[in-house]
């Protein structure tokens, strides 16, 4: 859907304050640090709508390549923010970065959310153990996001540029 359309589509249905907006060239300069150029930035989004109606209002989804956020946490450039943002925000684009290889997000997402929820959340799909040589991509799509979080604050070698 071009986001044009969705852009009138929201204003005119009940979101007089969307917003929609592209990377900012700091956001694409820390997204580099750990991606490289494996993600194309200019197809990237930030909107203030969440991607569910129940997304809680502390959560960032990036679960169909673009980034909901609730007004509350919508920025103008993350890059700007705290190293706690940032690394949220990293998490995210490891998101966009699966979605754009290919990878099923939705999908994946809610499987592992639904494993968290009937094992009464003594399942986390956010825990992983670091492994050297273990390739990226054997990692559930939750910790791939925090592995890539750790790559950014310096807590990890970066595997994600090391495979394809």
Same mark, same amino acid.
């Given at each position: 859907?071009?986001?044009?359309? $969705?852009?009138?589509?929201? *204003?005119? /249905? ?9 990377? #900012? ?13 494996? !993600?194309?930035? &200019? @197809? +990237?989004?930030?909107?203030? %709508?969440?991607? $569910?109606?129940?997304?809680?209002? %502390? ?7 673009? !980034?909901? +956020? *609730? ?7 993350? =890059? @700007? ?8 925000? /990293? %998490?995210?684009? #490891? %998101? ?5 290889? &290919? ?7 809610? !499987? ?9 959340? *003594? ?10 040589? @273990? =390739?990226?991509? #054997? ?19 970066? /595997? !994600?540029?090391? #495979?394809?």
């Amino acid at each position: 859907m071009p986001y044009r359309f $969705l852009f009138l589509l929201l *204003r005119l /249905i009940r979101f007089p304050q969307f917003k929609c907006r592209q990377l #900012t060239a700091g956001e694409i300069q820390m997204c580099r640090s750990v991606f490289g150029d494996r !993600i194309d930035y &200019g @197809k +990237v989004h930030v909107m203030n %709508h969440p991607f $569910l109606p129940w997304q809680p209002k %502390h959560i960032l989804m990036a679960p169909s390549g673009y !980034i909901h +956020v *609730r007004n509350a946490l919508f920025k103008d450039d993350y =890059s @700007k923010e705290t190293a706690s943002y940032r690394a949220v925000f /990293i %998490h995210e684009m #490891t %998101h966009i970065f699966q979605y754009q290889h &290919g990878i099923n997000v939705v999908l994946r997402g809610a !499987i592992l959310q639904t494993a968290y929820f009937l094992s009464f959340g *003594r399942y986390n799909p956010y825990q992983y153990s670091y492994i050297p040589g @273990k =390739s990226f991509w #054997t990692y559930n799509i939750e910790q791939q996001g925090d592995i890539a979080r750790d790559i950014y604050l310096q807590k990890l070698p970066n /595997i !994600i540029q090391e #495979t394809d």
